[in-house]
């Protein structure tokens, strides 16, 4: 049963454009996600987080976005930098005092000189 | 400062044997939490340790364990090793349980199973 999920496994864009990824989850009670990111043999970085009665966080370049009615959060990434290319990866924190995040299966990035 | 440190780095193992990993949380964190990462199942949470007991479990099986010592540091011991059990294995620190503060993930282990 996969509570959260990045439909796009990969994406591709042109440097110094927007990069947009996407999440959607179906637990109700996650409520507090977070964005890492993880280059090839490296632990995940962590990024940038929401908690859920925000509906945006916004750090530098990178701005995420929660609509909690459509269970669906977005990374937006701007302007994109060719080193931002790295596999993205989506996470959710349930209520309660529980550090267990649940993770999406990831989205791979690449950015375009 | 130190980031999370894990040891060793890769590791080959046969099937039937057991392993210990290490992990060195950042200084002043005392929460430690260890990941799997497979291909097929993705970045799977297998326990968390905060002041030395363990505060949340994932869904593995009890061949799977692992502890906290005094000094925060954390290791996970496998036993009896199967193939399916080959993966990256994480470690993450924080400096409280919850995760809310961010977790800050080690290079991982490297484990190969044979």
């Known amino acids: 049963d996969q509570q959260v999920k990045q439909n796009s496994p990969s994406l591709s864009v042109q440097e110094g454009r927007i990069s947009i990824l996407n999440c959607d989850y179906t637990?109700?009670?996650?409520?507090?996600f977070l964005w890492y990111k993880k280059y090839p043999a490296e632990g995940p970085t962590f990024l940038i987080s929401i908690s859920s009665i925000k509906d945006k966080n916004e750090d530098g370049r990178f701005t995420v976005f929660l609509n909690k009615s459509a269970k669906h959060l977005s990374l937006h990434i701007v302007p994109s930098q060719p080193g931002d290319s790295a596999v993205y990866f989506c996470?959710?924190?349930?209520?309660?005092?529980?550090?267990?995040?649940?993770f999406g299966q990831g989205t791979t990035l690449q950015v375009k000189p | 400062k130190a980031g999370v440190t894990q040891t060793p780095r890769y590791l080959i193992k046969t099937r039937g044997q057991q392993v210990t990993l290490s992990c060195s949380p950042i200084?002043?964190?005392?929460?430690v939490s260890w990941y799997q990462q497979t291909p097929g199942q993705g970045l799977q949470f297998l326990f968390e340790?905060?002041?030395?007991?363990?505060?949340n479990k994932g869904n593995f099986p009890g061949r799977f364990s692992g502890r906290q010592f005094s000094n925060s540091r954390s290791e996970m011991n496998v036993s009896t090793l199967e193939l399916g059990d080959s993966a990256l294995y994480l470690c993450?620190?924080?400096?409280?349980?919850?995760?809310?503060?961010?977790?800050?993930f080690g290079s991982g282990t490297r484990l190969t199973v044979v």
């Open positions: 993450a620190s924080s400096l409280a349980v919850g995760g809310r503060r961010g977790y800050t």
């Open positions: 340790y905060f002041s030395e007991t363990q505060r």
């Open positions: 996470a959710a924190l349930g209520s309660g005092n529980t550090g267990k995040l649940i």
């Open positions: 637990n109700s009670m996650f409520d507090y």
């Open positions: 200084s002043g964190h005392r929460s």
